[in-house]
């Protein structure tokens, strides 16, 4: 008797590559509120595109697992709800960011007026 062989399941690559970009994006969000200076500058760019990428990739994804048949569907809503909720929050946060910077640079700008007094 020969043993019958199994076939294995497709699986869908972009669902995978989608989540692994949402989880980079949610990181890169978490990175830009770490009490390092510029960390925001740095971190969020990188993290926006990985969000619409993520987004993306999510999307099709589930438009394949659905026509296809193919396995990743949770992968691929999960690629979809981080991408997006990442996306948001990113672009809430660059918004508030604009909105205050008026403030935030005269309250750094009085800082270092304080830690170097100005000798006459």
Do not use: H
């Not at 076939?7 to 830009?32: M, Q, T, Y």
């Not at 960390?39 to 619409?52: E, M, S, V």
């Not at 999960?78 to 990113?90: D, E, N, P």
Request: some cysteine; hydrophobic content about 55%.
């Amino acid at each position: 008797m020969t043993p019958e062989l199994v076939p294995i399941s497709s699986f869908n690559r972009k669902a995978l590559l989608g989540f692994v970009l949402s989880i980079l994006a949610l990181l890169a969000l978490c990175a830009g509120f770490l009490p390092v200076p510029l960390t925001a500058l740095i971190c969020y760019p990188p993290g926006f595109i990985l969000a619409i990428a993520a987004l993306t990739l999510g999307f099709l994804a589930l438009r394949e697992t659905k026509t296809d048949g193919t396995n990743g569907r949770s992968l691929a809503m999960f690629a979809v709800w981080g991408g997006g909720i990442t996306l948001l929050a990113m672009i809430c946060l660059i918004s508030i960011g604009a909105f205050l910077f008026p403030y935030i640079s005269e309250f750094i700008q009085q800082g270092t007026n304080q830690a170097m007094p100005v000798s006459k």
